[in-house]
């Protein structure tokens, strides 16, 4: 099995209102090539700052130590390129004046260097493969004329575009309802599977997350709390903090169902 | 193009409505004007006090002031706005032989302000907190506060008195008898200055909005969408950042069209320019007020076609406008 | 049982957006019975935002009855809509927007017994501490603005402000989703132990069938405006019987399904 | 006083509000420092700044002196610019609150009667509203009022259009609150702070109109202004260009000052905003 991405002892610091908050502490975390590591976490957990800071995207002024390592990639990760990155709210990570299939088809012509015409096949074509109806007719469209569960299909399409190794989505569905939810993270999945790409599936719900994890990673303010195979993770939680997660994403009902 | 009909479907309705009441307070500031029509005409034309009595009754304004405003309602649909005493002949022919001069003087200045405005905004604002940005920030700051007329004559003190580069006063040269690219050039000349004058505020104005929207922009979740894609600097700050940050900006562009017609009132007094701001301080001396409220008239259809045109070209820069959005 | 203490029928609404009619409800039909807790669930654009404005007569509707208490709520206008108001409260989604920003936690408690006369000058602020201690807030929290309390500090409140005027029915319009699942199940505990106190009844909407297990006595599934079926919770989540009821059950996380398979 | 500390540590606002200190002082101290009526003969024509420290900026072709008439055209500017803005502001306030409450045709007549205003150029409407109702302070103040108060009316409109569909207005209406309280106690209050950010731009505005309007000899005939200073020294704008030059510079600065005071505070209340 080969390592990823291999994480040591990573700390963050932002400044807000002339305090310094620790966003995160002491975090140290492997990612294995074509897996998918699930880092559950609460509002304040440093969840998002973790997807953030593997992918150089933290504001400026914020301070940073410890190791972002990428064993086996010979350079400094690009964006877009080896990392793609899938936002919560769909509505906002697109540009509202642009058509999609130029929004898919831009990261193409950047990493890949195509032409325009050539962006724009690959962007057609990756439409179709995120299951938009009418590939051609979405890529002329624009962000507002698409629901949500679309625009979150066509963001999942600009990320993969350049076949990137690893794909990070920070809650990428939590903006949605339920059945449109299901319905993208069983896409991520395949995308995931078919592609054979690393994931980091970044979630407040542990119940989602487990339908795609091998790992789960806990984290709550800032520490990663503890990490493990995803069967073992939901039998056995080692913190009571876990058990309460799991018992209030799941519910008895399920169980029951179950 | 059924958006863009729809749209100028309904701004033209709403158009009609807004020059009625434009028409209603013309009509009250002339009610409220000593003098009538028939006082301005006949003191242009000549006339005795039969005729004058004459003309009253002929011209309904011995009437009610609701016949009144009748009158003045279906003499305007004649496209009639009166007679000017100042010049002896109807207002609408003096308007319009003034007309095409303060039209060159607009549309250059608005052409500047703008395309300049907007290419210093993105030198600033495609790197905010930067050196130029605050350079530019100032600048236009101080740009801004400076009126008009008065960087006209310091523009004059300068290029005209110390360095003697530019000819002032008029729109060309009088009786040069010049034709074509030369007398292009010679208007060119001329105009350079008040172009400068009338448009360097608005310059000011359009590079702090482009910058101010450029920063807003920066701050929004695509452009971090599009960082973290991978896409080039360049490419980010044109196609996304500057790209939605025009769109305030084409607006004021319409609001700014009646900003501007007032500002070359003293624009062209300063450097005489035969224009209709010109025109209409003319109006004032010689206490002209027909004349005065025919000028407002016709800027403000002039206004109104400028909006319109700037509302299409809205709509073509942004392409949620006019839609009905996805079902709730 | 006798009399159902809120009775919808045939609840209709369109509104006009660029000359198109767009319909959100269509004839929506249903009741809550008294010290219950009815849920309406769906996905987004079902329309079951829709029911809670119109109940709250926040919007009107274009045609069917609602009748609370007895009354025929759709009559009732001006003083004596808001003679109406304490017994029918709500909670929104976001606490975030749910207050005035420029509010404390004492004003937004103080106004509701001020404007119905529930307490005199004297006993207000008594009044509006005894209130944060059901909720399980501390009484000192009354200065704090609300800009200055967590997320589920603030839902609390909103809580709070609902039954400040004893009412006998409150709409919690997904109030539980902008929160974090630990304090979820806080909240959740708060809401049954007020329920069983009270007896107030709940109209619980959310778009997840999951919490809606854990409160509900009876569901309502709704989708595009309409009610696609209703029943005992338990019931729909083991046999869903409308297309939409089984797209829900379906999209429930499970343990017993890890990893699942993009439905074809 | 946090506020007034976190104003002061922007240096523009800090240069905005020593700008606007120095030209209140001038303004208040005119009578007292030059008590002389500002349009009587001084000294000798044409006297060039720096000669004579008795008249420290020169006199203009009549023999006024122009410091003088700095100290007092900066009462016409100030009174004119302040009590413009005051009442586009408050006119704009009301018209755009009263059209965002009452919605339909309310609305619809005051939004269009605010277009009509937006139509015609405010100067143009300016010069011929004090064309027919005659030169005076406060003719001009009424004029400038007129074309400035659009631009608040809008914005408080739209703010209580968009306050009015926020979830804690509908929260104030299920707990059963007078529709008065409403629009007083939870819509007002959160409406005006962005219509008051716009009123340096305002005053800034009614300041350079009214200089306009006094270069093109419509303003008071009987005080002095900077703007009839730059008009009466164009004549000799050949000769002695800094009879136009110096009462520009007032103005300049004058507006920039207000800029820069108004973009502190803005800013001030931006960051109080962010932190809460």
């Known amino acids: 099995m080969t390592t990823r991405l291999s994480i040591g002892n990573l700390g963050v610091r932002y400044r807000r209102d002339g305090q310094g908050v620790e966003a995160l502490k002491h975090v140290d975390l492997d990612m294995e090539a074509g897996k998918c590591l699930a880092v559950i976490g609460e509002s304040g957990s440093g969840k998002s700052t973790l997807a953030l800071a593997i992918a150089g995207l933290l504001p400026a002024g914020t301070k940073f130590d410890g190791s972002i390592a990428w064993p086996g990639l010979g350079h400094a990760p690009l964006n877009g390129r080896d990392i793609g990155f899938v936002f919560q709210d769909p509505s906002a990570s697109l540009n509202p004046v642009l058509p999609v299939g130029e929004q898919v088809a831009e990261v193409a012509r950047t990493h890949l260097a195509l032409t325009w015409r050539e962006a724009f096949g690959l962007a057609t074509d990756l439409l179709g493969r995120v299951r ?77 997350a487990a339908q795609l994890a091998d790992r789960i990673a806990v984290f709550r303010h800032g520490r990663l709390l503890e990490i493990g195979e995803t069967g073992e993770l939901l039998r056995s939680p080692a913190h009571s903090y876990t058990r309460s997660l799991i018992e209030a994403s799941f519910g008895p009902a399920a169980e029951e169902r179950g | 193009m059924n958006r863009a009909l729809r749209l100028i479907r309904r701004r033209l309705i709403g158009s009609i409505a807004v020059l009625l009441i434009v028409i209603t307070g013309t009509f009250l500031l002339l009610e409220a004007a000593p003098g009538d029509a028939v006082d301005a005409y006949v003191v242009s034309v000549g006339g005795d006090a039969s005729m004058i009595e004459e003309l009253r009754r002929r011209w309904g304004l011995d ?61 600033a604002g495609s790197r905010p907190g930067s050196f130029r940005d605050r350079f530019l920030s100032i600048g236009s700051l101080a740009l801004y506060a400076v009126p008009g007329f008065w960087l006209g004559l310091v523009l004059i003190v300068i290029f005209s008195v110390q360095l003697r580069w530019l000819q002032l006063g008029g729109i060309e040269t009088i009786a040069s008898g010049k034709t074509g690219a030369p007398r292009a050039l010679d208007i060119a000349r001329h105009l350079v200055l008040p172009v400068a004058s009338l448009g360097f505020i608005y310059l000011a104005l359009y590079l702090r909005m482009m910058r101010v929207g450029m920063a ?60 209709l701001g010109r025109l209409a301080q003319e109006a004032v001396a010689a206490r002209d007020t027909p004349l005065l409220l025919g000028i407002i008239l016709v800027s403000a259809v002039l206004v109104i076609a400028v909006n319109l045109a700037v509302d299409l070209l809205y709509a073509g820069l942004d392409p949620r406008v006019g839609s009905s959005g996805e079902a709730a | 049982m006798s009399e159902p203490l809120l009775a919808v029928s045939g609840l209709s609404k369109h509104y006009r957006r660029a000359g198109r009619t767009i319909t959100a409800l269509d004839g929506v039909s249903f009741q809550v019975n008294r010290a219950e807790t009815f849920a309406l669930v769906g996905p987004s654009g079902s329309g079951k935002s829709t029911v809670a404005r119109l109940l709250l007569r926040l919007a009107d509707a274009d045609a069917g009855s609602i009748h609370f208490e007895g009354q025929d709520l759709m009559a009732l206008r001006g003083e004596k809509l808001r003679a109406m108001r304490p017994r029918l409260q709500m909670v929104f989604q976001d606490p975030r927007s749910a207050f005035n920003p420029r509010a404390t936690v004492g004003r937004v408690l103080d106004d509701p017994l001020r404007i119905h006369g529930l307490a005199g000058r004297d006993e207000r602020p008594r009044a509006v501490e005894t209130l944060l201690e059901r909720v399980g807030l501390s009484p000192a929290l009354t200065l704090r603005a609300i800009h200055e309390i967590s997320g589920g500090q603030r839902q609390r409140v909103a809580i709070a402000r609902a039954i400040a005027t004893k009412p006998s029915l409150i709409v919690l319009d997904e109030a539980l989703s902008a929160l974090d699942v630990s304090v979820r199940a806080d909240i959740l505990d708060l809401l049954v132990s007020l329920q ?69 | 006083m946090i ?50 420290w008795t008249l420290p900026l020169g006199t203009d072709r009549l023999g006024r002196d122009v410091m003088a008439g700095l100290f007092h055209g900066a009462r016409a500017s100030l009174a004119v610019g302040l009590a413009a803005a005051a009442g586009a502001i408050l006119i704009g306030a009301v018209v755009g609150t009263l059209a965002g409450f009452a919605g339909g045709l309310l609305d619809e007549i005051l939004m269009r009667i605010t277009d009509a205003f937006q139509t015609v150029p ?35 409109r739209a703010e209580v259009l968009s306050i009015r569909e926020r979830d804690y207005v509908a929260g104030a209406r299920v707990i059963g609150m007078h529709p008065l309280e409403i629009a007083f106690r939870e819509i007002l209050p959160n409406a005006l702070p962005p219509v008051l950010a716009l009123s340096s731009v305002i005053v800034a505005a009614a300041i350079l109109t ?48 207000v800029y820069l005071a108004g973009e502190g505070l803005v800013e001030t209340s931006a960051t109080r905003r962010m932190n809460a």
């Open chain 3, 196 to 264: 069983l106190d009270e007896g107030i009844s709940y109209l619980f909407i959310s778009h997840d069938l999951g919490v809606v297990a854990r409160v509900a006595h009876r569901v309502a599934v709704m989708d595009a405006g309409a009610i696609a079926e209703t029943g005992e919770a338990r019931q729909i989540i083991a046999a869903p019987s409308s297309p939409i009821g089984k797209a829900l059950v379906a999209a429930m996380p499970s343990l017993a399904q890890p990893v699942s398979k993009e439905a074809e």
């Open chain 4, 210 to 257: 009214e200089a306009a309007l006094s270069f093109l000899g419509l303003g008071d005939p009987n005080r002095v202004t900077w703007g009839g200073m730059i008009a009466e020294g164009r004549a000799v704008l050949r000769s002695a260009p800094y009879l136009s030059i110096i009462p520009g510079v007032a103005l300049v600065l004058t507006v920039l000052g």
């Open chain 4, 122 to 156: 405010g100067f143009l409407l300016a010069l011929a509203f004090v064309s027919v109702a005659g030169p005076s302070l406060a003719t001009v103040i009424v004029a400038i009022t007129l074309g400035a108060w659009t631009g608040p009316a809008r914005i408080a």
């Open chain 2, 216 to 275: 807003e922009v920066w701050r929004m979740d695509f452009v971090l969408a599009a960082r973290a894609r991978g896409i080039g600097r360049r490419r980010i700050v044109l196609r996304h950042v500057a790209r939605n940050a025009l769109l305030p900006l084409v607006t004021m562009l319409g609001l700014q069209s009646a900003a501007m017609l007032g500002g070359s009132v003293v624009i062209e007094s300063v450097f005489s320019v035969p224009g």
């Open chain 1, 132 to 208: 938009l109806p009418d590939p051609e007719a979405v890529a002329r469209a624009y962000p507002h004329q698409l629901s949500g569960g679309q625009k979150q299909r066509v963001a999942i399409a600009a990320a993969i575009a350049a076949r990137p190794s690893l794909l990070i989505a920070d809650e990428a569905t939590s903006a949605l309802d339920t059945i449109v939810q299901a319905e993208i993270v069983a896409l991520i999945g395949r995308l995931v599977t078919e592609d054979s790409m690393s994931l980091l599936f970044i979630s407040h719900d542990i119940a989602l």
């Open chain 2, 63 to 123: 009437q009610s002031a609701a016949t009144r405003f009748a009158v003045y309602i279906s003499s305007l649909a004649r496209l009639d706005l009166g007679h000017s005493v100042a010049f002896s002949r109807p207002n609408l022919d003096v308007i319009l032989e003034r007309l095409p001069d303060t039209l060159l003087l607009m549309g250059s200045a608005t052409a500047l302000s703008f395309c300049l405005g907007t290419f210093l905004g993105i030198v």
């Open chain 4, 3 to 52: 506020a007034l500390r976190r104003f002061l540590r922007t240096p523009e606002a800090v240069a905005g509000a020593l700008i606007l200190a120095a030209l209140l002082a001038m303004a208040l101290s005119a009578p007292w420092f030059f008590p002389r009526d500002p349009q009587s003969i001084a000294g000798p024509a044409l006297l060039r700044p720096f000669q004579d």
